[in-house]
Protein backbone atom coordinates (compact mmCIF):
# COMPACT_ATOMS: atom_id res chain seq x y z
CA UNK A 1 0.00 0.00 0.00
CA UNK A 2 1.51 3.14 -0.69
CA UNK A 3 1.77 5.65 2.47
CA UNK A 4 -1.20 7.95 3.18
CA UNK A 5 -0.66 11.46 4.39
CA UNK A 6 -2.90 14.17 5.44
CA UNK A 7 -4.56 16.41 2.77
CA UNK A 8 -2.56 19.54 4.03
CA UNK A 9 0.54 17.60 2.62
CA UNK A 10 -0.55 17.34 -1.20
CA UNK A 11 -2.21 20.81 -0.95
CA UNK A 12 1.20 22.31 -1.43
CA UNK A 13 1.77 19.88 -5.14
CA UNK A 14 -1.44 21.03 -6.56
CA UNK A 15 -0.50 24.67 -5.66
CA UNK A 16 2.65 23.55 -7.88
CA UNK A 17 2.08 21.80 -10.25
CA UNK A 18 -1.27 22.45 -12.97
CA UNK A 19 -3.27 19.42 -12.04
CA UNK A 20 -4.10 16.35 -9.67
CA UNK A 21 -2.10 14.00 -11.36
CA UNK A 22 -2.65 12.23 -14.98
CA UNK A 23 -5.73 9.90 -14.08
CA UNK A 24 -6.57 7.08 -16.32
CA UNK A 25 -9.73 4.71 -16.02
CA UNK A 26 -11.26 4.26 -12.95
CA UNK A 27 -12.51 0.57 -11.39
CA UNK A 28 -15.04 0.49 -8.65
CA UNK A 29 -13.45 1.69 -5.57
CA UNK A 30 -11.24 -1.05 -3.65
CA UNK A 31 -12.72 -0.57 -0.32
CA UNK A 32 -16.23 -0.39 -1.34
CA UNK A 33 -17.45 -3.86 -1.08
CA UNK A 34 -16.14 -3.41 2.68
CA UNK A 35 -17.71 -0.49 3.31
CA UNK A 36 -21.53 -1.51 1.86
CA UNK A 37 -20.96 -5.29 3.33
CA UNK A 38 -20.73 -3.03 6.67
CA UNK A 39 -23.53 -0.75 5.87
CA UNK A 40 -25.72 -3.16 5.46
CA UNK A 41 -25.43 -5.34 8.98
CA UNK A 42 -25.10 -2.41 10.53
CA UNK A 43 -28.69 -0.53 9.54
CA UNK A 44 -30.05 -3.77 10.27
CA UNK A 45 -30.42 -2.77 14.54
CA UNK A 46 -30.18 0.75 13.53
CA UNK A 47 -33.41 0.55 11.46
CA UNK A 48 -35.43 -1.31 14.15
CA UNK A 49 -34.38 1.30 16.41
CA UNK A 50 -35.75 3.80 14.13
CA UNK A 51 -38.99 2.28 13.50
CA UNK A 52 -39.35 2.52 17.55
CA UNK A 53 -38.67 6.44 17.62
CA UNK A 54 -40.94 6.30 14.60
CA UNK A 55 -43.79 4.59 16.60
CA UNK A 56 -43.53 6.41 19.48
CA UNK A 57 -43.78 10.09 17.49
CA UNK A 58 -46.23 9.01 14.83
CA UNK A 59 -49.34 9.53 17.38
CA UNK A 60 -47.73 12.84 18.31
CA UNK A 61 -47.74 14.04 14.70
CA UNK A 62 -50.58 12.52 14.37
CA UNK A 63 -52.29 14.79 16.65
CA UNK A 64 -50.92 17.85 15.74
CA UNK A 65 -52.29 17.56 12.13
CA UNK A 66 -55.39 17.05 13.63
CA UNK A 67 -55.22 19.90 15.78
CA UNK A 68 -53.31 21.81 13.08
CA UNK A 69 -57.00 20.84 10.90
CA UNK A 70 -59.05 22.25 13.91
CA UNK A 71 -57.19 25.56 13.91
CA UNK A 72 -58.13 25.77 10.15
CA UNK A 73 -61.50 25.36 10.66
CA UNK A 74 -61.96 27.23 13.82
CA UNK A 75 -60.44 30.35 11.49
CA UNK A 76 -63.13 29.92 8.42
CA UNK A 77 -65.66 28.95 10.82
CA UNK A 78 -66.20 25.64 8.90
CA UNK A 79 -68.92 24.28 11.28
CA UNK A 80 -68.80 20.59 9.41
CA UNK A 81 -65.98 19.42 11.44
CA UNK A 82 -68.67 19.73 14.43
CA UNK A 83 -69.56 16.43 14.54
CA UNK A 84 -66.10 15.29 14.32
CA UNK A 85 -64.83 16.52 17.49
CA UNK A 86 -63.94 14.04 20.23
CA UNK A 87 -66.19 15.00 23.63
CA UNK A 88 -63.47 12.71 25.93
CA UNK A 89 -60.81 15.23 24.87
CA UNK A 90 -60.25 18.65 26.68
CA UNK A 91 -59.24 20.66 23.85
CA UNK A 92 -61.61 18.96 20.99
CA UNK A 93 -64.43 19.48 23.49
CA UNK A 94 -63.65 23.23 24.09
CA UNK A 95 -63.76 23.64 20.40
CA UNK A 96 -67.17 21.50 20.08
CA UNK A 97 -68.50 23.72 22.85
CA UNK A 98 -67.05 27.23 21.43
CA UNK A 99 -68.63 26.03 18.10
CA UNK A 100 -71.78 25.66 19.81
CA UNK A 101 -71.73 28.99 21.48
CA UNK A 102 -70.62 31.35 18.90
CA UNK A 103 -73.75 29.98 16.64
CA UNK A 104 -75.77 30.74 19.45
CA UNK A 105 -74.17 34.51 19.25
CA UNK A 106 -74.67 34.73 15.98
CA UNK A 107 -78.50 34.60 15.34
CA UNK A 108 -78.70 36.75 18.09
CA UNK A 109 -76.75 39.51 16.45
CA UNK A 110 -78.95 38.49 13.43
CA UNK A 111 -81.89 39.23 15.17
CA UNK A 112 -80.63 42.65 17.44
CA UNK A 113 -76.72 43.60 16.18
CA UNK A 114 -75.08 44.72 19.00
CA UNK A 115 -71.62 45.78 19.39
CA UNK A 116 -71.12 44.07 22.23
CA UNK A 117 -72.43 40.48 21.29
CA UNK A 118 -70.08 41.22 18.15
CA UNK A 119 -67.12 41.60 21.10
CA UNK A 120 -67.55 38.62 22.65
CA UNK A 121 -67.68 36.85 19.45
CA UNK A 122 -64.26 37.93 19.00
CA UNK A 123 -62.91 37.20 22.08
CA UNK A 124 -64.63 33.95 22.64
CA UNK A 125 -62.89 33.15 19.49
CA UNK A 126 -59.38 34.57 20.11
CA UNK A 127 -59.32 32.77 23.47
CA UNK A 128 -60.00 29.32 21.49
CA UNK A 129 -57.49 30.27 18.91
CA UNK A 130 -55.19 30.39 21.60
CA UNK A 131 -56.29 27.14 23.24
CA UNK A 132 -55.47 25.19 20.16
CA UNK A 133 -52.72 26.51 19.75
CA UNK A 134 -51.33 25.84 23.15
CA UNK A 135 -51.86 22.52 22.33
CA UNK A 136 -49.79 22.33 19.04
CA UNK A 137 -46.94 24.24 20.61
CA UNK A 138 -47.16 21.73 23.72
CA UNK A 139 -46.96 18.64 20.28
CA UNK A 140 -44.10 20.42 19.23
CA UNK A 141 -42.18 20.73 22.35
CA UNK A 142 -42.80 17.08 22.71
CA UNK A 143 -41.65 16.13 19.52
CA UNK A 144 -38.64 18.58 19.86
CA UNK A 145 -37.65 16.65 23.15
CA UNK A 146 -37.81 13.09 21.45
CA UNK A 147 -35.87 14.27 18.84
CA UNK A 148 -33.10 15.93 20.90
CA UNK A 149 -32.72 12.77 23.35
CA UNK A 150 -32.64 10.43 19.93
CA UNK A 151 -29.69 12.57 18.32
CA UNK A 152 -27.31 10.11 18.33
CA UNK A 153 -29.43 7.64 16.75
CA UNK A 154 -30.23 9.94 14.30
CA UNK A 155 -26.77 10.54 13.90
CA UNK A 156 -26.21 6.59 13.10
CA UNK A 157 -29.61 6.55 11.10
CA UNK A 158 -28.21 8.97 8.27
CA UNK A 159 -26.05 6.42 6.27
CA UNK A 160 -29.23 4.03 6.28
CA UNK A 161 -31.47 7.01 4.90
CA UNK A 162 -32.26 5.64 1.14
CA UNK A 163 -29.23 3.60 1.38
CA UNK A 164 -28.84 0.79 -1.02
CA UNK A 165 -28.38 -2.21 0.39
CA UNK A 166 -26.53 -5.85 0.20
CA UNK A 167 -29.05 -8.21 0.56
CA UNK A 168 -27.34 -11.11 1.55
CA UNK A 169 -25.57 -8.99 4.67
CA UNK A 170 -29.20 -8.05 5.83
CA UNK A 171 -30.46 -11.39 6.03
CA UNK A 172 -27.51 -12.48 7.77
CA UNK A 173 -27.54 -9.86 10.34
CA UNK A 174 -31.80 -10.58 9.98
CA UNK A 175 -30.59 -13.69 11.62
CA UNK A 176 -30.08 -12.16 15.01
CA UNK A 177 -32.10 -9.53 14.58
CA UNK A 178 -35.70 -7.59 13.15
CA UNK A 179 -37.29 -5.28 11.54
CA UNK A 180 -38.91 -3.84 8.15
CA UNK A 181 -35.71 -4.15 6.58
CA UNK A 182 -35.41 -7.89 7.27
CA UNK A 183 -39.11 -8.45 6.02
CA UNK A 184 -38.50 -6.43 2.55
CA UNK A 185 -34.90 -8.56 2.42
CA UNK A 186 -36.71 -11.88 2.37
CA UNK A 187 -39.21 -10.40 -0.50
CA UNK A 188 -38.30 -11.78 -3.94
CA UNK A 189 -37.21 -9.28 -6.02
CA UNK A 190 -40.34 -8.36 -8.27
CA UNK A 191 -42.56 -7.80 -5.00
CA UNK A 192 -42.89 -4.15 -3.63
CA UNK A 193 -41.00 -3.20 -0.98
CA UNK A 194 -39.71 0.07 1.03
CA UNK A 195 -35.69 -0.77 0.79
CA UNK A 196 -33.82 -0.96 -2.34
CA UNK A 197 -31.65 -4.43 -2.41
CA UNK A 198 -28.49 -5.90 -4.62
CA UNK A 199 -27.32 -9.47 -4.44
CA UNK A 200 -23.44 -8.05 -5.32
CA UNK A 201 -22.11 -5.31 -3.30
CA UNK A 202 -19.74 -4.18 -6.27
CA UNK A 203 -23.16 -3.66 -8.08
CA UNK A 204 -24.08 -0.86 -6.21
CA UNK A 205 -21.27 1.44 -7.88
CA UNK A 206 -22.96 0.77 -11.08
CA UNK A 207 -26.52 2.30 -9.82
CA UNK A 208 -26.08 6.12 -10.96
CA UNK A 209 -29.22 9.22 -10.91
CA UNK A 210 -29.03 12.32 -12.30
CA UNK A 211 -30.99 15.02 -11.75
CA UNK A 212 -31.39 18.53 -13.35
CA UNK A 213 -30.43 21.57 -11.79
CA UNK A 214 -33.12 22.92 -10.10
CA UNK A 215 -34.44 26.17 -11.11
CA UNK A 216 -33.51 29.17 -8.90
CA UNK A 217 -36.17 31.36 -7.10
CA UNK A 218 -36.15 34.73 -5.29
CA UNK A 219 -34.61 34.66 -1.68
CA UNK A 220 -37.31 34.30 0.99
CA UNK A 221 -37.36 33.65 4.72
CA UNK A 222 -36.14 30.39 6.27
CA UNK A 223 -36.55 28.29 9.19
CA UNK A 224 -33.27 29.12 10.35
CA UNK A 225 -32.67 32.78 8.07
CA UNK A 226 -32.94 33.10 4.35
CA UNK A 227 -33.98 30.69 1.46
CA UNK A 228 -33.85 30.16 -1.83
CA UNK A 229 -31.56 32.29 -4.23
CA UNK A 230 -29.91 29.15 -5.29
CA UNK A 231 -29.73 26.69 -8.35
CA UNK A 232 -28.55 22.80 -7.33
CA UNK A 233 -26.92 19.93 -8.80
CA UNK A 234 -27.43 16.52 -7.71
CA UNK A 235 -25.75 14.16 -8.24
CA UNK A 236 -26.00 10.10 -6.90
CA UNK A 237 -23.39 7.05 -7.57
CA UNK A 238 -24.17 4.24 -5.45
CA UNK A 239 -24.41 5.13 -1.71
CA UNK A 240 -22.62 8.33 -2.89
CA UNK A 241 -25.29 11.31 -2.92
CA UNK A 242 -23.42 14.69 -3.95
CA UNK A 243 -25.10 18.03 -3.87
CA UNK A 244 -23.75 21.47 -5.07
CA UNK A 245 -25.18 24.88 -5.11
CA UNK A 246 -24.31 27.98 -6.61
CA UNK A 247 -25.52 30.70 -4.05
CA UNK A 248 -25.43 33.96 -2.36
CA UNK A 249 -22.70 34.19 0.73
CA UNK A 250 -23.31 36.34 3.15
CA UNK A 251 -21.25 37.87 5.89
CA UNK A 252 -21.36 40.44 8.54
CA UNK A 253 -19.14 43.09 7.15
CA UNK A 254 -17.35 44.11 10.37
CA UNK A 255 -16.06 40.24 10.50
CA UNK A 256 -15.05 39.78 7.03
CA UNK A 257 -10.95 40.51 6.89
CA UNK A 258 -10.14 43.38 4.40
CA UNK A 259 -8.33 41.03 1.90
CA UNK A 260 -11.62 38.72 1.75
CA UNK A 261 -13.73 41.47 1.37
CA UNK A 262 -11.33 43.57 -1.09
CA UNK A 263 -11.74 39.77 -2.97
CA UNK A 264 -15.57 40.09 -2.99
CA UNK A 265 -16.09 43.12 -4.35
CA UNK A 266 -13.56 42.24 -6.93
CA UNK A 267 -15.79 39.06 -7.59
CA UNK A 268 -18.65 41.03 -7.89
CA UNK A 269 -17.39 43.78 -10.09
CA UNK A 270 -16.19 41.74 -12.60
CA UNK A 271 -19.44 40.12 -12.34
CA UNK A 272 -21.60 42.90 -12.70
CA UNK A 273 -22.78 41.76 -9.41
CA UNK A 274 -24.52 45.06 -7.41
CA UNK A 275 -24.59 44.93 -3.84
CA UNK A 276 -25.31 47.82 -1.34
CA UNK A 277 -26.26 46.63 2.15
CA UNK A 278 -24.36 48.52 4.44
CA UNK A 279 -23.82 45.75 7.29
CA UNK A 280 -23.52 42.75 4.99
CA UNK A 281 -21.15 41.49 2.26
CA UNK A 282 -22.07 39.36 -0.30
CA UNK A 283 -20.41 36.59 -3.28
CA UNK A 284 -21.09 34.39 -5.12
CA UNK A 285 -20.71 30.31 -3.56
CA UNK A 286 -20.77 27.34 -4.18
CA UNK A 287 -22.37 24.95 -1.43
CA UNK A 288 -21.35 21.79 -1.34
CA UNK A 289 -22.48 18.16 0.46
CA UNK A 290 -21.00 14.54 -0.25
CA UNK A 291 -22.07 11.27 1.74
CA UNK A 292 -18.69 10.35 1.91
CA UNK A 293 -18.06 9.89 5.75
CA UNK A 294 -15.60 7.21 5.12
CA UNK A 295 -12.85 6.79 2.34
CA UNK A 296 -13.92 3.68 -0.21
CA UNK A 297 -10.58 3.62 -1.76
CA UNK A 298 -6.93 4.84 -0.39
CA UNK A 299 -7.87 8.05 -0.61
CA UNK A 300 -7.17 10.31 2.08
CA UNK A 301 -8.59 13.43 0.58
CA UNK A 302 -11.22 15.49 -1.84
CA UNK A 303 -11.05 17.74 -4.91
CA UNK A 304 -13.96 19.33 -6.26
CA UNK A 305 -12.49 20.79 -9.44
CA UNK A 306 -13.31 22.02 -12.99
CA UNK A 307 -11.54 20.10 -15.91
CA UNK A 308 -9.84 16.22 -15.89
CA UNK A 309 -7.11 15.59 -12.77
CA UNK A 310 -5.13 16.38 -14.41
CA UNK A 311 -5.44 20.18 -15.65
CA UNK A 312 -7.83 20.75 -12.83
CA UNK A 313 -9.08 24.07 -11.66
CA UNK A 314 -9.70 23.51 -7.89
CA UNK A 315 -12.56 24.71 -6.20
CA UNK A 316 -12.13 22.87 -2.83
CA UNK A 317 -10.47 20.11 -1.33
CA UNK A 318 -11.68 18.31 2.19
CA UNK A 319 -10.43 15.30 4.09
CA UNK A 320 -11.39 11.77 3.54
CA UNK A 321 -12.29 9.32 6.97
CA UNK A 322 -14.15 12.30 8.72
CA UNK A 323 -16.52 10.31 9.69
CA UNK A 324 -19.31 12.89 8.55
CA UNK A 325 -20.19 14.23 5.56
CA UNK A 326 -18.27 16.06 3.31
CA UNK A 327 -19.99 20.27 3.69
CA UNK A 328 -18.52 23.50 2.58
CA UNK A 329 -19.66 26.63 1.19
CA UNK A 330 -16.29 28.55 -0.80
CA UNK A 331 -16.37 31.72 -2.86
CA UNK A 332 -16.08 31.47 -6.26
CA UNK A 333 -13.38 33.45 -8.18
CA UNK A 334 -15.14 35.00 -11.33
CA UNK A 335 -13.71 32.21 -13.62
CA UNK A 336 -15.07 29.80 -11.77
CA UNK A 337 -18.81 31.54 -12.23
CA UNK A 338 -18.28 32.28 -15.51
CA UNK A 339 -17.53 28.09 -16.16
CA UNK A 340 -20.81 27.02 -14.33
CA UNK A 341 -23.07 29.56 -16.29
CA UNK A 342 -21.53 28.00 -19.36
CA UNK A 343 -21.80 24.50 -18.21
CA UNK A 344 -18.79 23.65 -17.26
CA UNK A 345 -19.36 19.87 -15.27
CA UNK A 346 -17.69 19.75 -11.92
CA UNK A 347 -15.88 16.78 -10.62
CA UNK A 348 -15.07 15.40 -7.28
CA UNK A 349 -11.90 13.53 -7.31
CA UNK A 350 -10.98 10.84 -4.78
CA UNK A 351 -7.13 11.51 -3.93
CA UNK A 352 -4.24 9.51 -1.65
CA UNK A 353 -0.98 11.35 -0.78
CA UNK A 354 1.81 10.26 -2.28
CA UNK A 355 5.67 11.55 -1.62
CA UNK A 356 5.76 13.69 -4.69
CA UNK A 357 2.20 13.87 -6.22
CA UNK A 358 -1.23 13.31 -5.47
CA UNK A 359 -2.76 9.88 -7.20
CA UNK A 360 -6.38 10.41 -8.18
CA UNK A 361 -8.40 6.81 -7.19
CA UNK A 362 -12.10 7.57 -8.34
CA UNK A 363 -13.96 10.11 -9.30
CA UNK A 364 -17.54 11.14 -9.67
CA UNK A 365 -18.61 13.44 -11.95
CA UNK A 366 -21.71 16.32 -11.05
CA UNK A 367 -24.11 16.26 -13.26
CA UNK A 368 -24.63 19.47 -15.86
CA UNK A 369 -28.15 18.99 -17.20
CA UNK A 370 -29.78 22.55 -17.03
CA UNK A 371 -26.62 23.99 -15.11
CA UNK A 372 -25.71 26.86 -17.42
CA UNK A 373 -29.14 27.85 -18.02
CA UNK A 374 -30.10 28.17 -14.17
CA UNK A 375 -26.66 29.34 -13.47
CA UNK A 376 -27.52 32.31 -15.74
CA UNK A 377 -30.43 32.76 -14.65
CA UNK A 378 -29.35 33.14 -10.76
CA UNK A 379 -26.56 35.42 -11.70
CA UNK A 380 -29.10 37.86 -13.70
CA UNK A 381 -31.15 37.72 -10.49
CA UNK A 382 -27.80 38.59 -8.47
CA UNK A 383 -26.99 42.21 -10.66
CA UNK A 384 -30.78 42.69 -10.66
CA UNK A 385 -32.62 42.14 -7.70
CA UNK A 386 -30.90 40.51 -4.94
CA UNK A 387 -29.53 43.67 -3.41
CA UNK A 388 -32.91 45.26 -2.94
CA UNK A 389 -34.50 42.02 -1.61
CA UNK A 390 -31.89 41.42 1.08
CA UNK A 391 -32.47 44.84 2.28
CA UNK A 392 -36.32 44.27 2.81
CA UNK A 393 -35.67 40.78 4.35
CA UNK A 394 -32.83 42.23 7.13
CA UNK A 395 -32.99 45.93 7.34
CA UNK A 396 -29.98 48.07 7.51
CA UNK A 397 -29.40 48.35 11.18
CA UNK A 398 -28.25 51.95 12.76
CA UNK A 399 -25.97 50.48 14.98
CA UNK A 400 -23.39 48.82 12.64
Given at each position: ?14 A ?6 SA ?13 L????D ?14 M ?19 E ?13 V ?30 T ?5 I ?5 R ?5 R???S ?56 A???W????I?P ?14 D ?7 TR????V?T ?9 K ?11 EA ?17 PA ?10 L ?24 G ?45 G?V ?21 T ?9
Amino acid sequence: MRPAHTLSIFAASLALGPGIVSAQGFGTPSRLAEVELARSRDCVAILARVEVLNAEMEPIARRSQRLTAIAQAIALEERSIIDSLNVEDPVEARVREWFANDASLARRYVNQPDASLAAERTANRETIKATVTRAITGLREEASAKVADNQALIAEAAPCDGAIFVRSAVLTACETGSGPICEDARLAASEGARFRFVDDAASIWEIEEIRPWTQPGPLRPGATGLDGGRTIGFTRVGNVVATVALTPLFAPKAQVPPEALAAYEATNDSLGLAFSHPNLVFTPALGIRVALPQPLDEETGYVLHFGEPDDADVVWMGDAGTGAPLEATVPLSPSQVRRLATGDPLMLTAVQATEDTPDAVFAIGIGNVNQARNAQALLTYMASQLSADVTQLIPPSSGS
